[in-house]
Nanobody, 119 residues
Framework: QVQLVESGGGLVQAGGSLRLSCAAS????????MGWFRQAPGKQRELVAG???????YYADSVKGRFTISRDNAKNTVYLQMNSLKPEDTAVYYC?????????????WGQGTQVTVSS
């Protein structure tokens, strides 16, 4: 089992920045691909960014150049630095862990953290 706890969400004006953190406990963190999904009201949950157990990263087109995912295996934590935020980034952001980026949605989930971007 892997337990995931997100933090860092909040209310920010458009153009601002936030950094989300996801602290993991349980099995060996470094073996897992980690990622961030988000779900806006009335929309499906979507993958925003993922990072493999190695150095490979993935970003949705909508966040490329604005968001950066990183991990600190010594701290069992994955981060999502979000810059130049837009109102359409408003959503609940969920941390996920799985064997690969492609299979994270079948792995472990955090409880979510709300990000609200005002215009």
């Amino acid at each position: 089992q892997v337990q995931l706890v997100e933090s860092g969400g909040g209310l920010v004006q458009a153009g601002g920045s936030l950094r989300l953190s996801c602290a993991a406990s349980g099995r060996t963190f470094s073996n897992y691909a980690m990622g961030w999904f988000r779900q806006a009201p009335g929309k499906q949950r979507e993958l925003v960014a993922g990072i493999s157990s190695g150095v490979y990263t993935y970003y949705a087109d909508s966040v490329k150049g604005r968001f950066t995912i990183s991990r600190d295996n010594a701290k069992n934590t994955v981060y999502l630095q979000m810059n130049s935020l837009k109102p359409e980034d408003t959503a609940v952001y969920y941390c996920s862990a799985g064997g690969t980026i492609a299979t994270m949605n079948r792995g472990f989930w955090g409880q979510g953290t709300q990000v609200t971007v005002s215009s």
